[in-house]
């Protein structure tokens, strides 16, 4: 009986072991490794989970595969082929353009892996009981992710591995909330790099590419300034979501109908632009938002021509966006 408490006793202080050195390691593993690969799945709470892949080698080579999404870099050129539309994008470039893909909670847990100092501004740290994942004993450690942001973030800290095997990302204020669990049913490290010619993008059969100016077409802006000028060069509305990310519905929106094909295809007619109602309350305070998400449009001289508020399915969307060029024209 005394074995068996001494035995537990042990096994929690192992579990509530320092969640910032559980941090340290982490990060140290994976700045050493030579390659990665994890299969894992995402679930944005509360949609059903969905199965990615990522491969990382150095020193700068990049997979990633969702169901709808493939992108890729080998260190010379940057590929992003649309599954739903069997369309892609080729541009020269290598990890420094590819970062972006970095920054998405979808792969938090395994950034630093290419991302350094990517826990520098973590805050209130604390590690809590053992839990298993997959048939491992993890440690979850908790901690602010940015102080200046209302995000939270949850690592599981694979006891044996000493690297998460997943993570939950949390963003709530004011009564609305989201989630986003990413847990990894497999991880491999290498202790070699991968060759290049493992990350090259064969063209599917029958796939269209899009040229790199029309990829720009439908680039997401975060300042207005400079979304009115290519507004203005290109003879097109301005489309301004003000989002938070705390607000479930923003987070929605960005998950249920801007990636749709539906929705790109306006960058025809659009220039799209995100301002985040808490970071950017310099240009968001001349709208008057008294909510969120709320959606304005610009004509091309910066002129409000129509608004719409609250969430809304991508029908209704592009309905009111529709409105919105007749009224600009």
């Known amino acids: 009986m005394l074995t068996s408490i001494v035995a537990s006793t042990l096994l929690l202080a192992v579990g509530q072991a320092d969640g910032t ?19 894992f799945t995402v679930q944005h709470l509360p949609a059903a989970p969905q199965e990615v892949t990522l491969t990382f080698s150095r020193p700068g080579l990049i997979r990633i595969e969702s169901p709808s999404i493939l992108r890729m870099t080998d260190g010379n050129k940057v590929w992003e082929y649309d599954k739903t539309s069997n369309s892609y994008t080729e541009f020269d470039g290598g990890l420094e353009e590819a970062m972006d893909w970095l920054k998405a909670d979808d792969v938090y847990a395994w950034a630093a892996f290419f991302t350094k100092d990517q826990f520098s501004k973590v805050t209130n740290v604390k590690s809590g009981n053992p839990k298993m994942i997959f048939g491992h004993r993890v440690t979850p450690v908790e901690f602010t992710i940015d102080a200046r942001s209302s995000k939270t973030g949850t690592l599981y800290i694979d006891q044996a591995l000493g690297v998460a095997r997943g993570a939950s990302i949390k963003a709530a204020r004011s009564g609305d909330s989201s989630e986003l669990i990413v847990l990894a049913k497999e991880i491999s490290f290498g202790t070699d790099a991968l060759g290049a010619s493992d990350f090259k993008f064969v ?30 060069a290109s003879n097109r509305l301005v ?53 969120y998400p709320t959606m304005v449009i610009l004509n091309k001289d910066g002129k409000e021509i129509h608004r719409i508020v609250g969430y809304r ?17």
Not at 205 to 232: H, N
Not at 319 to 328: F, H, I, L, Q
């Open 21 to 39: 050195s559980l941090i340290a390691k982490h990060e140290q593993a994976l700045r050493e490794a030579k390659s990665l690969t994890v299969t």
């Open 313 to 329: 399915p991508l029908g209704d969307i592009l309905n009111e966006m529709n409105k919105a060029r007749s009224m600009g024209d």
């Open 239 to 291: 489309f301004i979501d003000i989002g938070t990310e705390w607000c479930g519905y923003c987070q929605k929106l960005a998950r249920e109908v801007f990636p749709t094909t539906e929705f790109k295809e306006q960058a025809k007619y659009f220039v799209f632009v995100h301002l985040d109602g808490d970071h950017q309350k310099d240009q968001v305070s001349q709208f008057g938002v008294s909510g």
């Open 203 to 232: 063209e599917p059969a029958g796939a269209k590419k899009v040229e790199v100016s029309a990829r720009d077409m439908g680039k997401w802006y975060t300042d207005l300034s400079e979304a009115l000028k290519v507004a203005k």
